[in-house]
């Protein structure tokens, strides 16, 4: 094992090598394998790559074992190899070095989201990196190379856990993109901010852009770090040629940016994506050629934001006619109506005219469910408060946008002022008429609730000032009936921890399991307010079809019987059961919850209203106006 920080104290700039994925590329490994996996597989393969870059003149060359942890590997049924994997390409990086150059232990993110924005909590992340840096220490390696993160709270865990597992030298790269900010908003100085405190010993940024755009960020990063500097980026933005990715800068170009950037007083220039040993000889030149500059010549824009301090969201009563009963404590009612399956909106805000008219305080309007396609839930919300005057709580599901799509959704919502979500990960496009259609689910419904909670506080995901708050009362759902209940929990009170204020349950049908529920988040010390769900039956087929096809409702075996008596006897005796059976669920539950979500079947809004009798003090009058009303395409 070589010591790589006398490298970090000479003061001189250093080399790394380009591309391990496009040489496999190049010499027919299609992308549809598990490129880590070829250390073992194909250790020639990988080790003569390794020798064309240390001939080219890189002094410092990565192990093939950029996806090699643990959740990565799972993909490929691989998970159990990890240790084997890792250890495998430090040796042959180690063998193809020889004395002629270091090796670094390449790491890459896990590929999911951790939390605030996933599931992955950043015990579990730390311990999955921790994993990789040991097996790579048992190789062999002289130093870690963490990049192509794009999540500052991902590479903290990276760096924690390789710490855990050895005190070698670590490299830390993060990805811009052309604004030169992170997908999450971070740009290079607070890069360089957290990467220095956090205790990498070089602070850099690798891939996604060409050597222009990382170029243009040197500045704010060399200003914002006292440790040396690495930039890596790709041979330019790829291009679609002949069907095929191409990677268009040439070597020439390639070395010209890295004498610019050495120029800076970056310390240690290498290649990503489509670099190749050409392109790295000719950077060899670049480096022997110069010295950094003793002092960078800094020049930082005066762009604010960077790690600015949250602001106190406006008080939920401030909020919304919905968030003002929430804070006081008050009842809540409302209707869940589908959006129509057409353009046109007239019979839906027809229905919804009578819940105002019942004076309902608010319309549920859901987000594809089942993965049906509909009109949109922030459009159709809209058009309710705009032609009706009726607040909407709209569902927001993470299926089918990534997160720069949701984040601009819900500028965009605050700014139309729609200010009620029901915030869900939602149903897989696979239960739908659309099963191929490709599902993003890019964070999920913690991630979602952090996310909003953040802009409630005037910061976008990566810590950056928005200017005014967002004033999102925010609710996410629940299932007291789930199968795995533990689970369901834990997962309940990460999404209240992250800043939900107010929650949703599933259609309930045994009362038994709503009082499970809430008997556990008392004990627990849990205050939120609970809105139960209520689904008035219209027939036992529809019991049938609720019980057996649609995710997380359960209805048992009592309320099927009832529904198969009832309906034997005909349709409207069917209908008229199903809603005693949700007036009772209703009468029973009042006790335990603060509010009722009753859904509106088929778009039969007088049969919803019908349910509200249940509660005490529910006038008669509120449903005067009913009348034989089915919201069109529902």
Known sequence: MRDFRRLLADGRPHLFDGAMGTMLYARGVYINRCYDELSLTQPDLVRDIHRAYVKAGAEIIETNTYGANRAKLARHGLDDRTAEINQAAARIARDAAGDRAFVAGAMGPLGVRIEPY?????????????????????????????????????????????????DLPIVAQMVIREDGRTAYG?????????????????????????????????????????????????????????????????????????????????????????????????????????????EPIVTVDSADGDGAPARQPVPLAQRSAWGAKLAAGEFLTTVEIVPPRGANPQPMLDGVRLLKAAGVDGVNVPDGPRAQSRMGALATALLIQQHVGMEAVVHYCCRDRNLLGMLSDLLGAQALGLR??????????????????????????????????????????????????????????????????????????????????????QPVFDLAQLERFVERIEKDGLRIPVIAGIWPLVSARNAEFLANEVPGVIVPEPVLQRMRVASAEGKERGTEEGTIIAQEM??????????VQVSAPFGKVPLALRVFEAIPGWSASHGAEERAVVVAGA
């Not at 409630?456 to 759902?477: I, K, M, S, Y």
């Open 186 to 294: 971070s740009d290079a100085q607070l890069i360089a901010e957290r990467l220095t405190e956090w205790g990498a010993e070089v602070v850099g940024l690798n891939c996604s852009v060409g050597p222009n755009a990382m170029l243009n960020a040197a500045d704010r990063l060399l200003g914002s770090t006292e440790h040396p500097v690495s930039m890596q980026p790709n041979a330019g933005l790829p291009r679609e040629v002949d069907g095929r990715t191409m990677y268009m800068a040439s070597p020439e170009y390639m070395a010209s940016y890295a004498a610019r950037m050495i120029r800076k007083g970056v310390r240690f220039v290498g290649g990503c994506c489509g670099t190749t040993p050409e392109h790295v000889a000719a950077m060899a030149g670049a480096v022997r050629m110069l010295a950094p500059a003793s």
């Open 586 to 595: 209703l009468a029973a539950a009042l006790p335990m919850i603060q509010g």
């Open 118 to 166: 996933g599931p992955t909590s950043r015990d579990d992340a730390r311990g999955f990196f921790r994993e990789q840096a040991a097996a790579l220490v048992e190789g062999g390696v002289d130093l870690f190379v963490l990049e192509t993160f794009v999540d500052l709270e991902e590479i903290h865990q990276a760096i924690l856990g390789v710490r855990d597992a050895s």
């Open 420 to 505: 009620n979500l029901l915030l869900i990960t939602g149903d897989p496009p696979k239960m739908g008429p659309y099963p191929d259609a490709t599902a993003v689910f890019d964070i999920d419904s913690i991630g979602l609730t952090n996310l909003v909670s953040r802009l409630n506080r005037g910061l976008d995901p990566g810590g950056n000032a928005l200017g005014e708050p967002t004033q999102f009362v925010v609710g996410v759902g629940v299932n007291p009936g789930a199968e795995d209940f533990e689970n369901e929990m834990r997962r309940f009170y990460w999404k209240v921890e992250a800043g939900a204020e107010y929650c949703i349950t």
